[in-house]
């Protein structure tokens, strides 16, 4: 079919297929923002999943299901290693912005945004050359003696509770939304627990919404032992029957187009229900059909071309980040699961490689550092990117 007017293509379509089957989160979420609003108690919501579950493309539409209700709201990634002052100072200059334009005090706008340059320029190291300065683009002086301690505790608390009561004041709430929360660093981390604590106890009108790899709720409590009653934890997993068809047929209704359930039944086998596969199979499917409605046999020929796409832009842009030593851990948890994708013992891999189990640990540390792996339970690991087992295992064919 037209490829041109392929709806599984990156960005087509009104509500991508990663959506399809999430109305119990976009639900719920609904209510956060109702009750915060109206100054209730509410936690702030975490989502933890394997890669390709759909978590970004969900953060996103929690945003704009904020926006679209008055709300300031500023969405950044975490990166490992980089310092979340830079990162979360652009997501809340974003989320006054939306908020000015209700605001009928201009000074109340402005002395926020004082507050908020104040952190900002905090980023710089102290003794930086100009060159290496960062300016935060934002057009009123900086306050003084408001979130420009340099401790990013206090300085957190101060500003969130300014932004907070900017909202506030126009009958509304500002939601922080942060991807690959794992990345945080430990000190950020452990700043923003107690922000979230702190403008609970409140009740200011403010709500943080974090998605990350399973691993980011132990994350969360090793940096403060009462993050588990500061956040609602939602498991974002892969699609059932139902929801994975409803993620193809619906796109494919759009164009006016058909699939038989043959070939539904063919996706949903090749993809295993995972958004992300479900978009790349779909893709390749329906540029593989040569009229409509799509069949099986497309679906068929269609598999290796989507297989390669994966294999290079999902699959293998991960491998290629580990080193020599991590990638004999990385095939040696492949081999010893059979490609399934379960958990591997740690002390079982050891002794499958003939190693000492202290000879591993660093690799086994910078594999979950580089987000390709988890520890799934106490002494056990397991890959955090569906059917990454079973490509690796496919390399030797």
């Given at each position: 079919?037209?490829?041109?007017?392929n709806?599984?293509?990156?960005?087509?379509?009104?509500?991508?297929?990663?959506?399809?089957?999430?109305?119990?989160?976009?639900?719920?979420?609904d209510?956060?923002?109702?009750?915060?609003?109206?100054?209730?108690?509410?936690?702030?919501?975490?989502?933890?999943?394997?890669?390709?579950?759909g978590?970004?493309?969900?953060?996103g539409?929690?945003?704009?299901?904020?926006?679209?209700?008055?709300?300031?709201?500023?969405?950044?990634?975490?990166?490992?290693?980089?310092?979340?002052?830079?990162?979360?100072?652009?997501?809340l200059?974003?989320?006054?912005?939306?908020?000015?334009?209700?605001?009928?005090?201009?000074?109340?706008?402005?002395?926020?945004?004082?507050?908020?340059?104040?952190?900002?320029?905090?980023?710089?190291?102290?003794?930086?050359?100009?060159?290496?300065?960062?300016?935060?683009?934002?057009?009123?002086?900086?306050?003084?003696?408001?979130a420009?301690?340099?401790?990013?505790e206090?300085?957190?608390?101060?500003?969130?509770t300014?932004?907070?009561?900017?909202?506030?004041?126009?009958?509304?709430?500002?939601?922080?939304?942060?991807?690959?929360?794992?990345?945080?660093?430990?000190?950020?981390?452990?700043a923003?627990?107690?922000?979230?604590?702190?403008?609970?106890?409140?009740?200011?009108?403010?709500?943080?919404?974090?998605?990350g790899?399973?691993?980011?709720?132990?994350?969360?409590?090793?940096?403060?032992?009462?993050?588990?009653?500061?956040?609602?934890?939602?498991?974002?997993?892969?699609?059932?029957?139902?929801?994975?068809?409803?993620?193809?047929?619906?796109?494919?209704?759009?164009?006016?187009?058909?699939?038989?359930?043959?070939?539904?039944?063919?996706?949903?086998?090749?993809?295993?229900?995972?958004?992300?596969?479900?978009?790349?199979?779909?893709?390749?499917?329906?540029?593989?059909?040569?009229?409509?409605?799509?069949?099986?046999e497309?679906?068929?020929?269609?598999?290796?071309?989507?297989?390669?796409?994966?294999?290079?832009?999902f699959?293998?842009?991960?491998?290629?980040?580990?080193?020599?030593?991590?990638?004999?851990?990385?095939?040696?948890?492949?081999?010893?699961?059979?490609?399934?994708?379960?958990?591997?013992?740690?002390?079982?891999?050891?002794?499958?490689?003939?190693?000492?189990?202290?000879?591993?640990?660093?690799?086994?540390?910078?594999?979950?550092?580089?987000?390709?792996?988890?520890?799934?339970?106490?002494?056990?690991?397991?890959?955090?990117?569906?059917?990454?087992?079973?490509y690796l295992?496919?390399?030797?064919?």
């Amino acid at each position: 079919m037209d490829p041109v007017r392929n709806p599984f293509a990156p960005g087509a379509g009104q509500r991508p297929p990663e959506l399809a089957g999430r109305d119990r989160e976009l639900d719920a979420f609904d209510v956060v923002l109702e009750r915060v609003a109206r100054g209730r108690p509410e936690r702030s919501l975490v989502l933890t999943g394997l890669r390709g579950v759909g978590k970004t493309v969900l953060l996103g539409e929690l945003r704009s299901m904020a926006v679209r209700r008055g709300w300031g709201a500023g969405k950044i990634e975490a990166r490992p290693e980089a310092d979340l002052r830079r990162p979360l100072s652009a997501a809340l200059h974003r989320a006054i912005r939306d908020l000015a334009v209700q605001h009928r005090a201009p000074e109340r706008v402005e002395a926020v945004l004082g507050v908020l340059k104040a952190f900002a320029l905090r980023a710089t190291p102290a003794g930086a050359k100009l060159r290496e300065r960062w300016q935060p683009g934002i057009d009123v002086p900086a306050s003084q003696g408001r979130a420009d301690s340099g401790d990013i505790e206090i300085d957190l608390v101060e500003l969130l509770t300014d932004v907070a009561e900017l909202a506030q004041d126009v009958g509304t709430g500002v939601a922080v939304l942060i991807d690959e929360l794992q990345d945080v660093g430990p000190e950020d981390v452990s700043a923003l627990c107690a922000a979230c604590h702190e403008l609970s106890q409140s009740g200011a009108p403010l709500v943080v919404v974090g998605a990350g790899l399973p691993h980011l709720p132990a994350v969360l409590s090793a940096s403060k032992s009462y993050s588990e009653r500061l956040f609602r934890y939602v498991r974002i997993d892969r699609l059932d029957r139902a929801d994975a068809d409803l993620a193809v047929l619906a796109p494919v209704a759009r164009e006016n187009a058909g699939i038989t359930p043959g070939a539904l039944a063919a996706l949903f086998e090749a993809s295993g229900g995972y958004p992300y596969f479900i978009q790349a199979y779909g893709k390749a499917a329906w540029d593989a059909a040569p009229a409509d409605p799509i069949t099986e046999e497309d679906v068929a020929v269609a598999a290796p071309e989507a297989e390669s796409e994966l294999a290079v832009g999902f699959f293998g842009s991960r491998y290629e980040r580990a080193t020599p030593s991590e990638r004999e851990y990385l095939r040696a948890m492949a081999e010893m699961t059979e490609g399934k994708g379960d958990s591997a013992g740690t002390s079982d891999i050891a002794v499958y490689l003939g190693r000492k189990p202290s000879s591993l640990s660093p690799a086994r540390d910078s594999l979950i550092k580089k987000g390709l792996i988890y520890s799934a339970e106490r002494g056990r690991i397991a890959f955090t990117v569906p059917h990454f087992g079973r490509y690796l295992l496919g390399m030797d064919e």
